[in-house]
């Protein structure tokens, strides 16, 4: 069974926020192990800390120095960071960014390398990460930079309900116009319709786009982006065979539910998408960064200092970010074999799944 496992990094984010609590009370659950190998790039100082705080039961971490020397039936953990680093519960401080950001670095370079299987992110506070090393508005940049090759990454938000991508992601609202254009929406058009194909096994995607502007600029009367850049971008899409629709009010798509006739949206900034998504699936959404190489999932909540070691963080998210990174992998691997040698896969199917 170990052998078909895979391995799976987490980094631990803001060591003050919620992270460590959410995956702890994540990994506590034993069955977590029957599918993967969880590694955990972070402080196990840290971690004794928060399973003292938070009284959690039935976990033992084994500590490691490196990713050669994990176990595969335990949850392991990596020390990555200063063993004299002190938590400020509910703070951000210049030690917690610099902690957040050598995990990070810490486990991409085991995922560059090909040691991770997959990557899921603790919250990160993406003003203390800040450095001559990290100048970057959150993970997607920083990973996009990393691993993409001169292919955009795309942030995409899954749940139950929708999968929702957004064309700018953590930028200004006010430089969103400036920043939209029709070589930019067809790019992460294209990203979107892999991405479904590749990591989601869907075999004819279906995508609804978005207008910026409100009621999608009534035909020029409230801006002119949709005219000039959003249905260009479409029509360019539509000769590559990607099949989008739009572009939509965002209030009147949601509102009335049609979402749900399609794959999923692209928004055109990030609120524009996350707020109806947040509001349907605050505990349980998971956030994709789709288009690259390599495979990175994250809770779809932020560092909450607010809740901070008080044990009241729900754990439901990140545990779906598991989830989805397993599920990815399993499907990139199928599609990868599909691909590879389709005559036997199509032999297969019309034998009922017997090979000769």
């Known amino acids: 069974m170990e052998a078909d496992k895979i391995i799976i990094g987490i980094t631990h984010g803001d060591i003050n926020g919620i992270g460590y609590e959410v995956i702890l009370k ?63 519960l509910g703070t951000s401080t210049e030690e917690a960014g610099k902690a957040a950001f050598e995990a990070l670095e810490c486990a991409s370079e085991d995922l560059k390398k090909g040691a991770l299987h997959a990557l899921v992110t603790a919250p990160i506070n993406k003003k203390n990460i800040q450095s001559p090393a990290f100048h970057f508005p959150g993970h997607t940049e920083y990973l996009e930079k990393k691993f993409g090759d001169n292919t955009p990454a795309l942030m ?106 399609f794959d999923a949206v692209l928004a055109m900034y990030h609120d524009q998408g996350l707020i109806p998504f947040k509001t349907v699936s605050m505990d349980t959404g998971v956030n994709f960064t789709a288009g690259l190489p390599i495979i990175r999932t994250s809770p779809d909540h932020g560092t909450a200092y607010d809740i901070a070691g008080q044990n009241i963080a729900s754990e439901e998210s990140f545990r779906q970010a598991l989830y989805l990174a397993y599920d990815i992998y399993q499907n990139r691997m199928r599609n990868k074999e599909i691909s590879a040698n389709p005559l036997k896969t199509e032999q297969r199917a019309e034998r009922g799944g017997r090979v000769e």
């Open 26 to 88: 994540t990994m506590a659950d034993n069955r977590m192990l029957e599918t993967f190998i969880p590694v955990i790039y972070g402080s196990p100082k840290v971690a004794a800390f928060y399973r003292k705080t938070l009284d959690i039961q039935g976990l033992n971490l084994n500590i490691v120095n490196s990713i050669e020397e994990i176990n595969v039936k335990r949850v392991n953990i990596i020390n990555c960071v200063d063993d004299e680093i002190k938590v400020e």
């Open 156 to 261: 995409m938000l899954i749940n139950d309900v929708m999968r929702v991508a957004v064309v700018t992601g953590h930028v200004p609202v006010k430089s969103v116009s400036s920043e939209l254009t029709e070589k930019l929406i067809l790019e992460k058009l294209i990203v979107l319709n892999n991405s479904l194909k590749n990591d989601f096994s869907i075999t004819r995607p279906r995508i609804a786009v978005l207008g910026l502007n409100p009621h999608a600029g009534d035909e020029g009367l409230l801006g002119d982006e949709e005219q000039r850049v959003i249905i260009p971008a479409l029509k360019q899409a539509e000769t590559l065979g990607i099949i989008c629709v739009g572009p939509y009010s965002a209030d009147g798509l949601f509102g009335s539910g049609n979402f749900n006739k």
